[in-house]
């Protein structure tokens, strides 16, 4: 059984940084793309970064370009965002998702695994 857990959510005031965790079990996490994607309240579900299997190979949201940082470890089948400078349009559930296609997919239906999202709140 595959199974995301997202885990790091929670409350940061403006420009603060925040480290959202994704463990992966269930599957050969090492062959994965895995993205990182965001719903606000009341709005559709948006992609935020991906990285592929191999790490070298990133795609950010021009949102969160040059504040954002995804990576991987293969060994621990863990996914990081380091989340800097937060604004408070960066307030969302944030989700894990894990699929066999490129790096730069950004459409939902590409990843065939999500978890079950974290919640992240910026605002003073």
């Known amino acids: 059984q595959v199974q995301l857990v997202e885990s790091g959510g929670g409350w940061m005031q403006p420009r603060g940084s925040l480290t959202l965790s994704c463990a992966a079990s269930?599957?050969?996490?090492?062959?994965?793309?895995v993205a990182w994607f965001r719903q606000a309240p009341g709005k559709e579900r948006n992609f935020v970064a991906t990285?592929?299997?191999?790490?070298?190979?990133?795609y950010y949201a021009d949102s969160v370009k040059g504040r954002f940082v995804i990576s991987r470890d293969n060994i621990k089948n863990t996914v990081l965002l380091q989340m800097n400078n937060l604004k408070p349009e960066d307030t969302a559930v944030y989700y894990c998702?894990?699929?066999?296609?490129?790096?730069?997919?950004?459409?939902?239906?590409?990843?065939?695994?999500w978890g079950q999202g974290t919640q992240v709140t910026v605002s003073s």
């Open positions: 998702a894990a699929g066999r296609g490129a790096f730069w997919n950004v459409d939902l239906d590409s990843y065939d695994y």
């Open positions: 990285i592929g299997w191999k790490s070298s190979r990133t």
């Open positions: 269930g599957l050969t996490f090492s062959s994965y793309t």
